[in-house]
């Protein structure tokens, strides 16, 4: 089962598709949410048609070559806020070793496939950014623990997290499952798998599929919440 759900999320969450569908399920106008790598703003766009005039979708992503595809989205949707820092668990200077696609870039230059030139960025927490949001999304590439390191209060304070769980990356920075997890239950919030319904998803499954050895690409996202 793990294996058939890992096969076909891969794929999924390679196209956004089932990020985009829960974006459509919980969010409600006026909602704030943020687009933790929000790259050209695929699902950024989900969430500001979602939220509404009323709402605020933060987009954020340190990649420069986004940003002309993000200002265009504000265009049309004024919600939208880009915010041009990588997350992390400090704030200051930091690298962004750029991908070959603006997709696969990263403060872990070992994540990056293929790398080309690293650019400065700025870095930034969560908790300095939003003091409350309705619904976050994460894939930063290997980057989400920094992030969720720097996101104590709003850990408290948002009840729905969209993660990419990439067991690949969390090897490249010696990060254990369950150091991943503790964030995420010492704040309440629980896992569930993008399925039908989305069903609650046993910790140690969760666990098993991050500890247990996959293929460098193998990932899959995550629902977490209260």
């Not at 089932?18 to 929000?38: E, F, K, N, Q, S």
């Not at 603006?102 to 872990?108: E, K, R, V, Y």
């Not at 650019?119 to 989400?144: F, M, T, Y």
Request: overall charge negative; glycine content about 8%; charged content about 20%.
């Amino acid at each position: 089962m793990l294996a058939q759900r890992m096969s076909s999320n891969a794929v999924n969450a390679h196209a956004k598709g089932d990020v985009i569908a829960y974006c459509r399920a919980v969010l409600r106008p006026g909602d704030i949410a943020l687009d933790g790598g929000a790259n050209v703003g695929n699902v950024t766009k989900v969430m500001a048609e979602s939220v509404g005039e009323r709402g605020i979708v933060y987009a954020i992503e340190p990649d420069p070559r986004c940003e002309e595809a993000l200002l265009a989205l504000r265009a049309t949707f004024p919600q939208i806020r880009p915010v041009a820092v990588a997350l992390s668990e400090v704030t200051g200077d930091g690298v962004l070793t750029q991908g070959r696609n603006s997709a696969q870039s990263s403060l872990i230059a070992e994540c990056v496939a293929e790398p080309e030139q690293p650019v400065l960025v700025q870095r930034l927490k969560l908790d300095h950014l939003c003091p409350k949001a309705d619904l976050v999304k994460l894939d930063l590439q290997g980057g989400e623990y920094a992030a969720l390191k720097g996101a104590t209060r709003l850990l408290q304070r948002c009840p729905q997290w969209v993660i990419e769980l990439w067991p690949h990356a969390l090897r490249q920075q010696q990060i254990g499952g369950d150091q991943f997890l503790a964030p995420f239950l010492m704040a309440g919030l629980f896992p569930h798998w993008m399925d039908d319904g989305y069903p609650h998803a046993e910790v140690d499954e969760v666990l098993r599929f991050l500890q247990e050895p996959q293929e460098p690409h193998q990932h899959v996202n995550v629902v977490f919440s209260r």
